[in-house]
C-alpha cells in the first residue's frame, strides 16, 4: 500500500459504457436542503443525470441505494450540468444542464417519506431554451453586476456566445478570428468573459462590449449593418500562452481575482488585466484541474491531475502534496459532504466516482526476525565468481543494434524471397522507361514464442526500389502462432539501385509492457532490375577479378540469364539493366581471371558484387574453403572523382535555386503589399504596372521551382550512381589490400554515413571528416598529426578538391602498409602493421601535392592500365574468341 495513496471515503461505479468529461460534474447543495450539505450531480454522454448524497457508515464503504437520490434518463446527451440562480423572482438554486442543441433548468426537491423507503426526489423542467447552433459549453454569473440572479453563456461549436436572461434570450456575438472552441468562463470581478481561442492565446471581452456589438444573426456584415450603430467586437487584453488549453477558472479572493489557465504542459496564473502572476511547468499530461483559495495569506492551491493516476496539489508554484489515484481523472471538485469538509470528487472518463480525503496510512509490515546460520565463504566466493564472470561476458560485446532473427527467440522473423519474378507485375507508378517492370514477391513471417502486443512490422529497401506495402500492424500474436504477409518489390525510379537487399524489422511489446525489436535481412535476385542482353565488344570502364580457383562456367554460375543450350555464353554474359545500360562479363579460357565491362563506372558494381558472391556460393557448396578473390589492377579514382564533382554540382546548383526561389518570394510578397494598398486605397490610383510585375514575378517562381524539382531528381539519380560507384571502390580496395571484415565494415561507415543526401548535411563533407579523422589516427604516421583536431562543425565545401586529396591520401597509406582500425593506441598498431621500409609522407602542403601527383600517377586511369595488362589473358579479339565454339 502506497504512503500517499489517496484515502478513500466513498466511490461508486456509473453505468456501463458511459463517457464522462470535464463538465459532466458539478457539487453543491442543488435541493436548497440548507444544511450546507453539498449533493454530487453526474451527467453523462449517454443521456443519464444522477444526483448523490453520500453516507457511509465508514470510510471505504460502497455505494448504498439510500445515497442515490435521482436516477433520470433525458433524450439527448448531456454536455455540461451547472447548479445557480437560474429563475427569475427567486434566489433558490436551480440545476441547468446543456444538451447539444437545448438547455434545460430544472428544479430539485425532495418529498419526506414516511415509510422506510426514505425520502424521494424529482426534477421538474422550469423552462428550456432551444438552440440554433450546436452547444460546446457554457458559463454562469452575474452578468451587467445584476444582483440576486446568475445569467447563461452558451459557446457554440462555431464560434457564437449565446446570452440568456433566465427565461429570454438576450443576444448572440460571434467571437473574431474562431476557427476551434475553447474552455470558456466568467469574471465577476472584471464583468469579462475569458476563453483560449485556437491560436494559442487567452483572450478576455468585456460583457458591455459584447451588448453593445453588432448583431451576430447573421455570419456575413451587410451594408445595413455596416451602417448602423453597432461597434466591433473587440478583446479587452489577450495573451499567447504557446500550447492549447485544457481548462480555464477564475478565483476570487482578498478583493483581487486571479485568472488560472491549464494547458497541455503548464499552468498559468493571470492577473485581471492578463499579465502573468506566475507559471508552472508540469512534468506530467495533465487532465483537469480546480484552483481554490488557500490558508496562507495571498496564496492559491492548485489540484491538478494527471494522466498517471496522479492528484497534486501546489501551493501557487510549489508542490504540496502528491497522492495516487485508481482511476485517470476527467473532472476534480470540491465539497463539505455529511459534515466533512474539503472532501475531493474525482469523475473518470469510464464513470468512477469517487470521494476521498488526503492522509498517510501508517505502515503495519514488520520484518520477520532473520534465522542465524552459518556463513559458507567457500560457497559464496565461487558464486561471487559466476557473477563476475557473467559481468565480464556481458560487458565485452555492447550491441545497441536490434537483434536479428538468430538472437531474439521472443519473436522470430523470417523473410523469403520467391524464386521466380511475378506473373502478372505489381509495379505501380513507376519511372522506368522499359516495356515491362518486372517485380519479386517478398514473404514475411513473424513467429512468436510468447503472447506479443502491438507488434508493427516495416519493410524498407533502397530507393529507387519500392514496396507496394511497407508497413503493416498486428494487435496482437498470441503465443505459439504465426502471421504472414506478402508483398512485391519493383523498381520506380529510373536508375540502378546501389544495393539489392532489403530490411523487415518488427518492434512489440511483451506482456510485461518491454519494447522489443526483432529484424531480418533478405536479398533480392538480379533479374529484378536486368535480363539477358547480347555482349557488347567495346567498353570504356573495365575490372579484371583474380580467383585462386580455376573458372567457372558462366552458364553454371548465371543459370536465369544464360541458355543451357547456347555454348557461346560459357564465356561471355551480356546483361542489360532496365534503364538502358549494358554490362558484359567475361571469364577467361586460360587463366583464372573474370572481366567486367561497362560504358559506366557505376553501372560496374552490382555486377562486380553478384559474381563475387555467386563464386563464394558456387565454392561453399564444394567444401572449398581455401577460395579468394583479389584485385590488382588499379583503383579508378579519376572516373570515381568525376561521380563527385557531378553531385557536388548539383547540390551547388540546388542552393543556387533555394536562394533565387526565396529572392522572387520576397520580391512577389513586396509586391502584394503594394498592390493591396492600392486597392485598400478609397480613392483609385493607377497600379503603375504592378499587376503586370506580379504576374511576372508568378511566372519566375514557378519556372524556378520546376527547376529546382528536376535538379533535386538528377540529384537523387547522382547520389545513387555515387553510392554504386563508392561500393565498387571499396570492394576493390579491400580485395587488393585483402581487407578483414572489420576493416571493410570501417571504410563502409566511411564513404556511406548517410543514407539520404540533404543540404544541411552532404555526403562530400560527412565523407571528409570521416577520411580525415582516419588520417589522423589509425592511419597516422607521426605524432604531430594525432596532436590535429578537427572542427565541430560540418559545412558545405567550396569545392571538391580537399576531398579527393584525402581519398588519394587514404589509398596511398592502404597501399604502405596502412591497416584501419578504431583503436586510440595508434601508435602500438602502426609499429605492429606498418614495415620500416615504408616511404614517409610529406607532412607540408606543398609536399603533400607532390605526394598526391605521386598517388594518382599510381592510381591512374584504369582505361590505359587494363589495355596494357591484359594482353596476357585478354588479347585483342578475346570477345571473338570466347564466343566461338
Known sequence: MSLFKARDWWSTALGEKEEFDQGCLCVADVDNSGSGQAKITVGSYMGYLRIFNPHPVKPGDGMQAEDLLLEVQLRDPILQVEVGKFVSGTELLHLAVLHCRKLCVYAVSGTLGNVEHGNQYQIKLMYEHNLQRTACNMTYGPFGGVKGRDLICIQSMDGMLMLFEQESYAFGRFLPGFLLPGPLTYSSRTDSFITVSSCQQVESYKYQVLAFATDADERQETEQQKLSSGKRLVMDWVLNIGEQALDICVVSFNQTSSVFVLGERNFFCLKDNGQIRFMKKLDCSPSCFLPYCSVSEGTINTLVGNHNSMLHVYQDVTLKWATQLPHIPVAVKVGNLQDLKGVIVTLSDSGHLQCSYLGTDPSLFQAPKVESREINYEELDREMK????????????????????????????????????????????????????????????????????????????????????????????????????????????????????????????????????????????????????????????????????????????????????????????????????????????????????????????????????????????????????????????????????????????????????????????????????????????????????????????????????????????????????????????????????????????????????????????????????????????????????????????????????????????????????????????????????????????????????????????????????????????????????
Request: proline share 5%; with cysteine.
Open 386 to 885: 559466476e557473477l563476475q564472470k557473467i559481468i565480464k561476458e556481458s560487458t565485452k560485446t555492447q550491441d545497441i543494434l536490434p537483434k536479428s532473427e538468430k538472437d531474439c527467440d521472443d519473436l522470430r522473423i523470417t523473410a523469403e524471397v520467391s524464386p521466380d519474378l511475378d506473373v502478372v507485375s505489381q509495379a505501380i507508378d513507376s519511372e522506368v522507361r522499359a516495356e515491362a517492370v518486372p517485380s519479386v514477391t517478398v514473404k514475411i513471417t513473424l513467429q512468436s514464442r510468447l503472447a506479443v502486443q502491438k507488434t508493427k512490422l516495416s519493410i524498407c529497401v533502397q530507393p529507387p526500389l519500392a514496396l507496394t506495402h511497407d508497413q503493416f500492424i498486428f494487435d496482437a500474436i498470441e503465443s505459439c502462432r504465426s502471421k504472414a504477409v506478402a508483398l512485391s518489390v519493383f523498381l520506380k525510379g529510373n536508375c540502378p539501385p546501389a544495393e539489392l537487399e532489403g530490411n523487415a524489422m518488427a518492434s512489440y511489446s511483451m506482456p510485461t509492457g518491454i519494447p522489443r525489436v526483432a529484424q531480418c535481412k533478405f536479398r533480392l535476385p538480379l533479374r529484378l532490375i536486368c535480363f539477358p542482353a547480347q555482349p557488347s565488344k567495346t567498353a570504356n570502364h573495365k575490372l579484371t577479378i583474380d580467383t585462386n580457383k580455376s573458372p567457372v562456367s558462366l552458364v553454371n554460375l548465371f543459370p536465369d540469364f544464360a541458355d543451357q543450350s547456347d555454348e557461346d555464353q560459357v564465356n561471355v554474359l551480356g546483361f542489360q539493366f532496365l534503364t538502358g545500360s549494358r554490362i558484359t562479363l567475361l571469364a577467361s579460357k586460360t587463366s583464372q581471371r573474370y572481366r567486367i565491362q561497362s560504358e559506366q563506372l557505376e553501372d560496374l558494381w552490382l555486377i562486380t558484387k553478384e559474381l563475387t558472391f555467386r563464386l563464394e556460393e558456387h565454392f561453399k557448396k564444394q567444401n572449398s574453403k581455401d577460395f579468394t578473390c583479389t584485385f590488382s589492377g588499379s583503383v579508378p579514382l579519376q572516373e570515381y572523382f568525376e561521380l563527385i564533382d557531378r553531385h557536388f554540382e548539383l547540390r551547388l546548383n540546388a542552393e543556387k535555386f533555394e536562394e533565387l526561389l526565396s529572392e522572387r518570394a520576397i520580391q512577389f510578397r513586396a509586391i502584394e503589399r503594394r498592390l493591396l494598398t492600392r486597392f485598400k486605397d478609397k480613392t483609385p490610383a493607377p497600379l503603375q504596372h504592378l499587376d503586370t510585375l506580379l504576374e511576372g514575378t508568378y511566372r519566375q517562381i514557378i519556372a524556378l521551382a520546376d527547376a529546382a524539382k528536376e535538379n533535386q531528381a538528377n540529384m537523387f539519380q547522382a547520389f545513387t550512381k555515387l553510392k554504386s560507384a563508392t561500393q565498387l571502390v571499396i570492394m576493390l580496395i579491400s580485395l587488393w589490400q585483402k581487407l578483414s571484415t572489420d576493416q571493410v565494415a570501417i571504410l563502409e561507415a566511411t564513404f556511406l554515413p548517410l543514407m539520404q543526401d540533404t543540404q544541411e548535411l552532404g555526403w562530400e563533407e560527412s565523407v571528409d571528416a570521416a577520411i580525415s579523422h582516419l588520417l589522423r589516427t589509425c592511419l597516422s604516421k607521426s605524432s604531430k598529426e594525432q596532436v590535429l583536431t578537427l572542427t565541430s562543425q560540418l559545412s558545405t565545401p567550396k569545392d571538391t578538391s580537399r576531398l579527393k586529396k584525402h581519398i588519394t591520401l587514404l589509398c596511398d597509406r592502404l597501399a604502405k602498409g596502412g591497416r584501419l582500425c578504431l583503436s586510440t593506441d595508434t601508435n602500438i598498431q602502426q609499429t605492429m602493421v606498418m614495415p620500416g621500409g615504408c616511404t614517409p609522407i610529406p607532412e607540408s602542403d606543398l609536399e603533400e601535392r607532390t605526394g598526391e601527383q605521386d598517388s594518382t600517377t599510381m592510381f591512374t586511369n584504369h582505361r590505359h592500365l587494363t589495355k596494357q595488362k591484359s594482353k596476357t589473358d585478354f588479347p585483342q579479339g578475346a570477345l571473338e574468341e570466347a564466343e566461338k565454339p
